[in-house]
């Protein structure tokens, strides 16, 4: 079972385009964490957030938790070549265990 | 360089075989995770081990299996194969359980081809 829906599943953009990405969930989140995999990688974590409406920057990239922590989003600026892969967001389970969404594959062409 | 490893990189083996994925976590990590991620698809949980024990299960079939021995390196079995068991299979590693901002380190992954 799938808790975690992301959106878009594809996304191919111009370098220099400014994208949004989302994570949604029906239920809430205690803490949320968006990794990029590249490809022929394993995932790599690029933020944890776990206060509602937290806003995190590192570098181009935006994360924002949402206030009643049931969805996030990942907005990136200027895109670059090196943004392309895989982004998964996460959060860990009931019991331990760490739930992924389903993905958005982005690709920013030169 | 994540600090875990994972063997072999890539198995291409037949329908009805077995195989076995090996993972060596971090040092010092104590859980171990195993995820299969099939093309174009996000990773789907199949089990965590923390210091030698199960804490946790997800959509595993009943032909896999997996443990972690005292060394704490963790083994996945992978039975009677089919052709749709071909998959990514990543190993990732954590300092304790998965806490409110424990980070999960990855593997490069282990690629099975099965035809």
């Known amino acids: 079972t799938q808790l975690l829906e992301q959106s878009p599943q594809f996304l191919s953009i111009q370098e220099g385009e400014n994208l949004t990405v989302y994570c949604n969930s029906s239920?809430?989140?205690?803490?949320l964490q968006w990794y990029r995999q590249e490809p022929g990688e394993g995932p790599v974590l690029l933020v944890t957030v776990v206060t509602g409406g937290e806003v995190k920057k590192l570098k181009r990239l935006t994360f924002q938790f949402g206030d009643a922590r049931k969805d996030s989003s990942l907005h990136i600026t200027a895109a670059q070549p090196g943004d392309t892969g895989l982004y998964l967001c996460a959060r860990t389970g009931g019991t331990y265990k760490y739930i992924f969404g389903t993905g958005t594959r982005l690709k920013v062409l030169a | 360089d994540s600090g875990v490893t994972q063997t072999p990189k890539h198995l291409i083996t037949a329908t009805g075989q077995r195989v076995t994925l090996r993972c060596s976590p971090r040092?010092?990590?104590?859980?171990v995770y195993w995820y299969q991620q099939s093309l174009d698809q996000g990773l789907q949980f199949l089990i965590q081990y923390y210091n030698g024990e199960e804490r946790a299960k997800g959509n595993i079939l009943e032909r896999f299996s997996a443990q972690q021995f005292p060394d704490l390196h963790s083994e996945l079995n992978l039975s009677s194969l089919e052709l749709g068991d071909s998959a990514l299979y990543f190993c990732?590693?954590?300092?304790?359980?998965?806490?409110?901002?424990?980070?999960?380190?990855f593997g490069e992954g282990s690629r099975l081809t099965v035809l």
């Open positions: 990732a590693s954590s300092v304790g359980l998965a806490g409110v901002d424990g980070e999960l380190f």
């Open positions: 040092s010092g990590d104590l859980s």
């Open positions: 239920s809430v989140f205690s803490s």
